[in-house]
Nanobody, 117 residues
């Protein structure tokens, strides 16, 4: 059974930083593309950043230059470093694992990020 557990969300002032972590249990991590998505109230869930097993990355235009996704395969953990945060970044952030052999997707429970003065 695969579980994804996010941590690191919270309240931060505009211009501040947060680092989200997502720890994966099970045996899928090394063969999965890992991503962070977010969903603001009344909005659709959107891709924030994704990292392949080979460390190729892709970012939404709205976060390029401010957010950095990384993964530690030894710890089965993916990170999202968020700098220069803006109020528009306020959302629930979800970790996603997409296994490239089985094409199955898994989601974490989400962690709230609030950017406010």
């Amino acid at each position: 059974q695969v579980q994804l557990v996010e941590s690191g969300g919270g309240l931060v002032q505009p211009g501040g930083s947060l680092r989200l972590s997502c720890a994966a249990s099970g045996s899928i991590f090394s063969g999965a593309s890992m991503g962070w998505y977010r969903q603001a109230p009344g909005m659709q869930r959107e891709l924030v950043a994704v990292i392949s097993p080979g460390d190729s990355t892709n970012y939404a235009d709205s976060v390029k230059g401010r957010f950095t996704i990384s993964r530690d395969n030894a710890k089965n953990t993916v990170y999202l470093q968020m700098d220069s945060l803006k109020p528009d970044d306020t959302a629930v952030y979800y970790c996603n694992a997409f296994h490239l052999s089985t094409f199955r997707a898994y989601w974490g429970q989400g962690t709230q990020v609030t950017v406010s003065a």
